[in-house]
Nanobody, 117 residues
Framework: QVRLVESGGGLVQAGGSLRLSCAAS????????MGWYRQAPGKQRELVAS???????NYVDSVKGRFTISRDNAENTVYLQMNNLKPEDTAVYYC???????????WGQGTQVTVSS
């Protein structure tokens, strides 16, 4: 059984930082394309950052220079370090694991990030 469990969300003031964690079980996350997505109220879910199994990263323009995605293979965990947070970063953040050569596609339950102005 595959599980992705996010943690680390919370309430923070603008300019602050949070680190989200996505702990994977049932898969070896380093073999997957791991992504962080977010969905704000009334908006579509968007890709925030991704990390390929080859180590390539990709970020949406609005978070470039502020967010960093990384993985700890020993912990089978992917992180999203978020610095200089802005109120527009407020959303539910979801972790996703996508098998680049198969049909595996898994989502976590989400963690709320709220940035106050």
């Amino acid at each position: 059984q595959v599980r992705l469990v996010e943690s680390g969300g919370g309430l923070v003031q603008a300019g602050g930082s949070l680190r989200l964690s996505c702990a994977a079980s049932g898969i070896i996350s380093s073999r997957y394309v791991m992504g962080w997505y977010r969905q704000a109220p009334g908006k579509q879910r968007e890709l925030v950052a991704s990390l390929s199994n080859g180590g390539n990263t990709n970020y949406v323009d609005s978070v470039k220079g502020r967010f960093t995605i990384s993985r700890d293979n020993a912990e089978n965990t992917v992180y999203l370090q978020m610095n200089n947070l802005k109120p527009e970063d407020t959303a539910v953040y979801y972790c996703r694991a996508r098998d680049p050569i198969g049909i595996g596609n898994y989502w976590g339950q989400g963690t709320q990030v709220t940035v106050s102005s």
